[in-house]
């Protein structure tokens, strides 16, 4: 019963829509070109109400009936009707379909001379698409500067749209200049009609968007501020929705989360009241379209009095209807599953934004995490240092040794970690270089064998004879694994042996894997540890809480696993234990091996370092000190500037042989000084002073536009100090001469 129920509303429903595409059809069909013409209009005006469907529908129609009228007509109406299709096309974000419709609209305004307005109109919809759709704003560009080659005798509104859009290009290319004199052309013309305030708001967010790309934040705030109160005074509620989305992105990007939240919630609401007003445009449209039914119902009921129905056509009909019935039935269930996986894609959409946005900002505070921790180290170890140098009371130099031991191991906590953040934020990655491990091996045990005698233990390396010396890989990511590991072994063995193992190769073409032990015979680790010992904080002993942080064997499982390896233990109380895993690389096919330390033989020595002066840009008080006195135990002359724009006053007025320049300072940073000082000094080498690691940084450093010829990191061993100071000063004296 259930499903004869079913069949017969099925049935009623594609009486219906058949009969209205019937009706839709013969009401266009006995249009006016003028009329058509307005229907165009009408529809565009409502698409939101209308919906995507019923609009396609009426789109195609008007296609059919347009063929009726002369060519130049035709054309017209079928360039309105693409663009048209478009535009419906652009608004669900369908860009590939959009652009194909844009063109084929085109076309046929090609043809036809004495419609500027819509071949306008189209170019600039391609426009918006290259720019919006496919991020081409080069092409874009190509597109507004066509119209205004080929568009005669503009009128105010047209001219003003081509230069709004045309100064939104601007703003994406970063032509901020450009953009600025003609938004400032359109905000005059737009201001003067109460009817432009759609296009008047849109000014005003591109003035946003202008400052906010300049980095004035203050002045982005108020123009977003304006654009969004025009918009809610004359009730545009989607272009409201858009300038808080804006608003709300520069507002967490300069960390202000608590007004942020007041604008989502803006936001939320003008989305909410958008629907309500498009629900109740959807309504009164369907009023329209039954009575527009009913009246064809009378006039329909009328024509087929005059006429009579053969039972063989009724006949054929009911068996059409019956076989459209199950298509209908598929149809829908297939329509009620796609509406379910839109569904469900939009909530995964809202989800990965929202974790966009954490991560952002936990990259953001990883940055001043490492920043605010590592400057007040940089001071601790710097002046540890120079006091050890001065002071040789041997009492007091024995606490200033342990000042400085305290601050170096307070350091390597830090950067234990930061580096696991790190690894969770995905931003380490391997690089690929040629070593050779042979060499990495020997370096490795050297550095040990000190550590290792204080506590009595023997390091052994035992190296497999077959293993191909020169390999392309990470080597510094690699040495961090033996270093951990060997560490730990270290830690825990007392008056015994450690074993480092590079065994077993497997060599396939071009690439070996490579086995590696790190084996020691100290206490072990209690099987019950052994499954929880590579977690982060896990140590295998609650009184191992003084030897550490319990984040080193977490770090090199995370390594190895970059390595493409897997890391496996075994372990027996009292017996030792054994870190064993196999990581694949590349061979590396070149006969000659490159030896990696050579110094480059335009270097000239430095004699006399008095003759050099060094300009350091810092606004810290204490690294002020810690800097140049540190420099003064080489016999380098210094200058202090407070911050960046003192130091480019300072570099026009004197000559200096090298720049120490911060990045974080008041007024104006290292990387902003930096550049400017490049525009009229391209000599002179300039180090950028970080106590930041995170990938943007770094990458906004080595960036060949930043105009840094080095960087590094705070606080800095003093060995590496002076020799970048000085492979840099010798490397400029060798270019002069």
């Not at 469907?53 to 007509?73: G, W, Y």
């Not at 330390?597 to 000190?625: A, H, R």
């Not at 690691?693 to 705070?714: A, V």
Request: glycine share 4%; hydrophobic share 35%.
């Amino acid at each position: 019963m259930n499903s004869l129920k079913i069949k017969k509303h099925h049935i009623c429903f594609i009486w219906i829509h058949l009969f209205f595409s019937i009706t839709t059809a013969q009401q266009y069909e006995e249009m006016s070109f003028s009329e058509l013409e307005s229907a165009i209009i009408h529809t565009e005006e409502h698409l939101n109400s209308i919906g995507r469907a019923n609009s396609l529908m009426i789109i195609e129609t008007i296609i059919d009936v347009s063929e009726k009228f002369n060519t130049k007509q035709e054309y017209y109406l079928k360039g309105s009707l693409y663009n048209l299709l478009g535009k419906v096309y652009f608004s669900s974000k369908e860009y590939k379909l959009a652009l194909e419709n844009y063109k084929i609209a085109d076309l046929f305004v090609k043809e036809l001379k004495g419609f500027s307005e819509l071949a306008i109109d189209i170019n600039n919809n391609i426009a918006l698409v290259y720019l919006n759709g496919f991020n081409k704003p080069g092409r874009a560009l190509k597109r507004i500067k066509y119209i205004y080659e080929n568009s005669e005798d503009l009128n105010d509104y047209s001219q003003h749209i081509l230069e709004l859009n045309l100064a939104n290009i601007y703003i994406k290319t970063k032509h901020y200049r450009k953009a600025y004199k003609l938004l400032e052309k359109c905000k005059k013309f737009f201001s003067s009609n109460q009817q432009h305030a759609s296009k008047l708001a849109i000014t005003y967010t591109s003035f946003g968007e202008y400052y906010d790309g300049n980095r004035y934040y203050s002045q982005a705030i108020k123009y977003f501020e304006v654009a969004a109160s025009i918009a809610e005074k004359n009730q545009l509620y989607r272009q409201a929705m858009i300038i808080y989305q804006k608003y709300e992105e520069l507002l967490i990007k300069i960390g202000r989360e608590d007004k942020a939240y007041v604008i989502l919630k803006k936001y939320t609401k003008h989305h909410q009241t958008a629907l309500e007003n498009e629900k109740l445009e959807a309504n009164q449209f369907k009023k329209q379209l039954i009575v527009s039914e009913e009246k064809n119902t009378i006039e329909t009921q009328k024509a087929q009095q005059s006429k009579t129905i053969s039972i063989f056509t009724l006949s054929l009909l009911l068996l059409c209807l019956i076989l459209f019935c199950f298509f209908i039935y598929n149809h829908k269930k297939t329509k009620v599953l796609g509406e379910s996986l839109a569904l469900r894609n939009k909530e995964l959409k809202i989800s990965k934004e929202k974790s966009d946005r954490l991560a952002a900002v936990k990259t953001k505070f990883i940055s001043t995490v490492s920043h605010e921790l590592r400057t007040p180290l940089y001071g601790v170890i710097g002046l540890s240092s120079i006091l050890m140098e001065r002071i040789h009371d041997e009492e007091n130099h024995k606490f200033i040794k342990l000042m400085k031991f305290s601050a170096d191991h307070l350091l390597n906590l830090i950067n234990d970690v930061l580096q696991v953040t790190k690894m969770e934020s995905y931003e380490i990655s391997l690089d690929k270089s040629t070593y050779n491990i042979k060499s990495l091996a020997d370096d490795i045990k050297n550095s040990f064998e000190y550590q290792a005698e204080k506590n009595g233990n023997t390091l052994h390396l035992n190296f497999d004879s077959s293993i191909p010396t020169m390999l392309i890989g990470d080597s510094v990511r690699l040495s961090q694994i033996f270093i951990n590991l060997i560490s730990n072994a270290n830690k825990f063995t007392q008056n015994g042996n450690i074993w480092l193992n590079f065994k077993n190769p497997v060599i396939t073409q071009n690439k070996v894997d490579i086995t590696f032990e790190i084996r020691d015979d100290g206490r072990g680790i209690p099987a019950d540890k052994q499954e929880i010992i590579f977690e982060k904080f896990s140590q295998a002993s609650s009184k191992d809480h003084t030897n550490g942080t319990g984040l080193g064997l977490n770090i090199v499982k995370k390594l190895v696993n970059l390595h493409g390896g897997e890391i496996k233990l075994k372990s027996e109380l009292g017996k030792g234990s054994t870190f064993y895993f196999t990581i694949p690389f590349e061979i590396n096919q070149s006969k000659e091996e490159k030896i990696e330390k050579d110094v480059p033989q335009t270097f000239i020595s430095l004699k006399n370092n008095e003759d050099y002066n060094i300009l350091v840009v810092e606004d810290n008080k204490i690294n002020q000190i810690v800097t140049q006195n540190i420099l003064k135990t080489r016999g380098y002359s210094s200058e202090i500037a407070d911050n960046g724009l003192i130091a480019i006053d300072m570099v026009k007025n004197n000559t200096y042989d090298l720049i120490l320049m911060d990045l974080n300072m008041p007024k104006m940073g290292g990387i902003e000084s930096t550049k400017k000082i490049r525009e009229f000094n391209l000599d002179i080498p300039i180090i950028a002073l970080t106590a930041s690691d995170t990938k943007d940084t770094i990458n906004q450093i080595l960036n060949p536009d930043s105009g840094f010829s080095d960087y590094m990191r705070k606080p800095y061993k003093k060995e590496e100090f002076f020799i970048k100071i000085e492979s840099l000063i010798t490397t400029t004296i060798s270019k002069a001469s």
